[in-house]
């Protein structure tokens, strides 16, 4: 387990999406008590650069200058965190903030990413109807895609692919659909149906075995809201059948964080706005209480 105190900073950016609401995640889980639950330091709240409606026109992603902008300025709070001997715990915003967080980690030698997401997120521009970031991040994150965004500060890619695990993804209709780019072979897939075919617990080992491989520094968590099921998870934009219940997401959490490995962990996706009897917010901070209300010193 994490024996450093948790700090949290607050990264609301809606860059990567055409829609608003995720940006209030910060302020739902924080007012469920997640800070005081966890006993973490409140450590900044970043402000987002405005958003515009219109792609690009030379990468063809929604607010790609920004995002190219703001990344580095969320990676240098994160590495803050890091230099402080704490462990960051970022609320989201969409899941372009991946970018920020492990270009910290990149500056600091190489880390795996575990991608926890109902979504693989590796759409190239062309393949996305809206040119939304946060179907492209995983892509984006690994070195796939415009060099704006995927070699920030010279530094591509800001996680290799083989450093990093898909984990319990269940997008595969609308990959086909829009016509996504495959995962490279050397990225580690383990999709929803992988993930019941061997078991929560199986499938969480191997993901975290091949991320504390001796060359590895250690690995980020990268947490989406919509990889539960749906019916207990219905605030998020992009909503798919099926998905990781509480106890199933609560394992992987805690088989990652019980390697002593992970280094820091972003939560993104939830949307305030779509939950109108409160319960799935009140699940979400529950399940990172339960994995994380224990963990610090």
Not at 7 to 20: F, H, K, N, V
Not at 206 to 232: K, M, N, P, S
Not at 287 to 297: M, Y
């Amino acid at each position: 387990m994490p024996t450093l105190p948790y700090a949290i900073l607050e990264a609301p950016s809606t860059l990567g999406l055409a829609t608003d609401g995720v940006e209030r995640l910060p302020e739902r889980l924080l007012g469920l008590g997640l800070a005081e639950r966890i006993r973490a330091r409140r450590a900044v709240r970043l402000a987002v650069p405005t958003k515009h409606p219109v792609p690009d026109p030379e990468t063809g992603i929604l607010n790609a200058k920004a995002i190219a902008a703001w990344s580095p300025r969320l990676a240098d709070a994160v590495e803050a965190v890091l230099d402080a001997r704490e462990f960051p715990v970022v609320l989201g915003g969409d899941c372009t903030i991946v970018l920020g967080s492990m270009l910290a980690l990149r500056r600091r030698g190489r880390y795996g990413l575990l991608f926890i997401d109902g979504n693989a997120d590796f759409f190239q521009p062309e393949a996305e109807p809206n040119g939304e970031g946060a179907s492209m991040d995983l892509a984006l994150v690994s070195g796939y895609g415009p060099s704006l965004l995927t070699d920030i500060e010279g530094r591509a890619p800001l996680v290799r692919p083989q450093d990093a695990v898909a984990f319990a993804y269940r997008d595969h209709k609308d990959q086909e659909e829009y016509g996504s780019q495959p995962l490279p072979e050397e990225l580690m897939a383990i999709d929803l149906p992988a993930v019941r075919a061997i078991g929560i617990e199986a499938a969480a080992r191997q993901a975290v075995d091949h991320l504390t491989r001796e060359e590895l520094d250690g690995f980020f968590i990268h947490l989406d809201a919509d990889c539960l099921d749906d019916a207990i998870m219905p605030a998020v934009d992009f909503r798919v059948p099926g998905g990781l219940s509480w106890d199933e997401l609560g394992t992987a959490l805690r088989v990652a964080l019980a390697s002593g490995k992970a280094i820091g962990l972003e939560i993104t996706i939830y949307n305030p706005r779509l939950d109108e009897d409160g319960s799935a917010g009140r699940g979400l901070a529950d399940v990172l209480v339960a994995a994380l209300g224990t963990a610090a010193s």
